[in-house]
């Protein structure tokens, strides 16, 4: 029997997964930039869950959670990625909230 909470998450793994198609490009080279490889193998890692027909969103929501927490704590590089943090982040809180 699928509940109600079953349908929320799922739909909440669909947004992420909307999210890393419509901003993946610009997420990756912001993860890349600040974080260097870590960044982008978590990236990767977020995106193979996604990719899936059905994405389970607990290990979705986990995954997402990383990525937030790491953009929490990235080294500002001076001015330049500020603006791009300040909304990836987010975004990004927005998911992790829902997941």
Request: proline fraction near 4%.
């Given at each position: 029997?699928?509940?109600?909470?079953?349908?929320?998450?799922?739909?909440?793994?669909f947004?992420?997964?909307?999210?890393?198609?419509?901003?993946?490009?610009?997420?990756?080279?912001?993860?890349?930039?600040?974080?260097?490889?870590?960044?982008?193998?978590?990236?990767?890692?977020?995106?193979y869950?996604?990719?899936?027909?059905?994405?389970?969103?607990?290990?979705?929501?986990?995954?997402?959670?990383?990525?937030?927490?790491?953009?929490?704590?990235?080294?500002?590089?001076?001015?330049?990625?500020?603006?791009?943090?300040?909304?990836?982040?987010?975004?990004?809180?927005?998911?992790?909230?829902?997941?």
């Amino acid at each position: 029997m699928t509940t109600n909470v079953d349908t929320q998450d799922s739909y909440a793994a669909f947004d992420a997964k909307e999210f890393f198609q419509k901003n993946g490009d610009s997420l990756s080279k912001l993860l890349h930039e600040t974080l260097g490889n870590r960044g982008l193998d978590l990236f990767c890692e977020c995106k193979y869950l996604l990719d899936n027909i059905c994405p389970d969103p607990k290990k979705v929501g986990i995954s997402i959670r990383k990525i937030f927490d790491l953009l929490q704590d990235a080294p500002m590089p001076g001015d330049r990625h500020a603006d791009s943090l300040r909304w990836h982040g987010a975004r990004l809180a927005e998911l992790v909230a829902k997941l």
